[in-house]
């Protein structure tokens, strides 16, 4: 079973975290399963960039995001070429590293 390991973010996990994945679970399913409260405004739809993600590793193991996801990805604060959208990045059979940026687009955060 693949890990996340979820870089501290300083609200929504100070100290970090590892989180057991599901081969073909999206990192932001498996990140709100484990109490990490990842903003998640449009419900996982592809129609916003909340939950935008950095890989630090393992991002070759994803598979490619397709043109919508790209879309949205230009309108996420701080995009990196490793950036996704934990939405729609599936987890395949190797452990990641998720760094969760400290802002994202939205004026209000969302209570889910």
């Avoid at 129609?47 to 990805?73: K, N, W």
Wanted: net charge negative.
């Amino acid at each position: 079973m693949p890990q996340i390991i979820v870089l501290p973010h300083e609200v929504l996990c100070p100290e970090g975290e590892v989180v057991q994945a599901e081969v073909g679970e999206s990192i932001c399913d498996a990140l709100l399963r484990s109490d990490i409260e990842i903003e998640h405004a449009c419900e996982k739809s592809c129609a916003c960039t909340t939950c935008h993600v950095i890989l630090r590793e393992g991002f070759d193991s994803l598979g490619e995001a397709d043109e919508l996801e790209e879309d949205m990805l230009d309108r996420a604060w701080g995009l990196e070429p490793e950036s996704r959208l934990s939405c729609q990045s599936l987890v395949a059979d190797e452990d990641l590293v998720v760094e969760i940026p400290k802002y994202t687009i939205n004026m209000v955060s969302e209570s889910h």
